[in-house]
């Protein structure tokens, strides 16, 4: 039986301490947004965090006004929820996303976190694109094969599921072509990186894990090597998004009411 590796407590100043609550708000909000259906896309992303801002013409990046923006959309902001560069996020995306959230998550989600879902991914989508990544129509399909053969399910059982969500099959396949761009991009920019050594999972063993568990070093190893790279993937992914954000120009018109 797998024994259970405690996480090391970190210092923090009282900045990062109150980014925690969103953090968890952000990944119930990104694993839980298309309801019953599998989004490996949001899987991909994994935690996703909202910083709040406010808009106006000398707000720095990311959120700032820009050039080259069609007229049309400040006319009709209404219909639309933010413009990241060039692509909008249509309030009926975010609504249709929204409603397909469990009622009881709802209770600690807002749309202005799911919409903050869907800029953190339209922000990295377009930068694989800038990156030349592509996604083959056989690429999807044998994600969807493993899908179905994970779940013992047929095309038409898969398809009346996603149906009774109000979701589609062609729907769940875009999902799958953009969790395959996302995990092209990340394995380059950020997975890539990570790099845990063995000094640091002995620290890791000796500081943590020892005091209050009864776990040999060589049976607390590979749990705490998952930890500890699980760690270092989260923060090289923040700082990612966050530099990738910072260079992007976003617009955002929905306002929680």
């Known amino acids: ?33 298309g309801g019953g259906v599998a989004l490996l896309v949001l899987f991909v992303l994994g935690m996703l965090y909202a910083n709040s801002v406010e808009v106006s013409e000398n707000s720095p990046a990311p959120v700032k006004f820009f050039k080259g923006i069609n007229n049309a959309i400040f006319q009709k902001n209404n219909e639309v929820a933010a413009v990241v560069n060039d692509e909008t996020i ?11 959230l469990p009622e009881d998550s709802k209770q600690f989600t807002t749309k202005s976190d799911v919409l903050e879902s869907l800029i953190d991914e339209r922000v990295l989508l377009q930068e694989a694109e800038k990156r030349g990544y592509t996604v083959s129509e056989e690429e999807v399909d044998q994600t969807l094969n493993r899908i179905l053969e994970l779940n013992s399910l047929t095309v038409e059982q898969y398809s009346g599921m996603l149906e009774s969500v109000g979701s589609s099959l062609e729907e769940a396949r875009n999902y ?22 063995a000094i640091e999972i002995r620290d890791y063993y000796l500081e943590t894990v020892k005091p209050v568990s009864n776990a040999t070093y060589e049976e607390a190893y590979d749990l705490i090597n998952e930890t500890l790279t699980a760690d270092q993937q989260s923060e090289l992914f923040f700082e990612y998004l966050d530099e990738v954000k910072n260079n992007s120009n976003i617009i955002i018109f929905y306002k929680e009411e």
């Open 1 to 33: 039986m797998a024994k259970k590796i405690p996480r090391k407590k970190k210092s923090s100043s009282k900045k990062e301490k109150a980014k925690v609550p969103d953090m968890k708000k952000r990944q119930y909000a990104t694993i839980a947004l």
């Open 90 to 100: 249509t309030m009926e995306e975010l609504d249709t996303l929204y409603d397909r």
């Open 176 to 197: 799958y072509r953009k969790s395959l761009m996302l995990n092209k991009l990340l394995n380059e920019t950020v997975y890539s990186r990570v790099q845990v050594t």
